[in-house]
């Protein structure tokens, strides 16, 4: 036991409606797939980049690689991720940051993809 060892987690509190909402999502995952209606989803995330100020100690058999508690800010941006669960791609848009300039071009790119099919 390492009760050092700890894992975050964010605990909701699931409603009636949430879960409602949560089957009707995952009926649609559930149809079978069809080329004539992919179905495409979209999710964006902000992400911070960090990097090592000291040099990692790489793995090595039964030890893990080793990186130091210090890091530093390189920075942030932003992940816009398309992508069709039944035919197995994605795409990743990556921009500097989230104005309605970048997700206006988002939106446009996702209005293209559609029309691919």
């Not at 902000?46 to 040099?55: E, R």
């Not at 991720?81 to 997700?103: C, K, S």
């Amino acid at each position: 036991m390492k009760p050092w060892l700890v894992e975050q987690w964010c605990i909701p509190t699931v409603s009636a409606e949430f879960v409602c909402r949560m089957e009707d999502v995952l009926e649609i995952y559930a149809q079978s797939s069809d080329s004539k209606r992919p179905i495409i989803c979209f999710d964006e995330r902000p992400t911070q980049l960090l990097g090592d100020t000291k040099i990692p100690i790489p793995a090595k058999p039964g030890q893990k690689k080793r990186i130091d508690y210090e890091y530093e800010r390189m920075g942030n941006c932003n992940l816009f991720v398309f992508l069709e669960p039944h035919q197995g791609w994605r795409h990743i848009e990556v921009t500097d940051r989230r104005t309605a300039v970048d997700a206006f071009q988002i939106e446009k790119f996702g209005r293209y993809l559609l029309s691919r099919f």
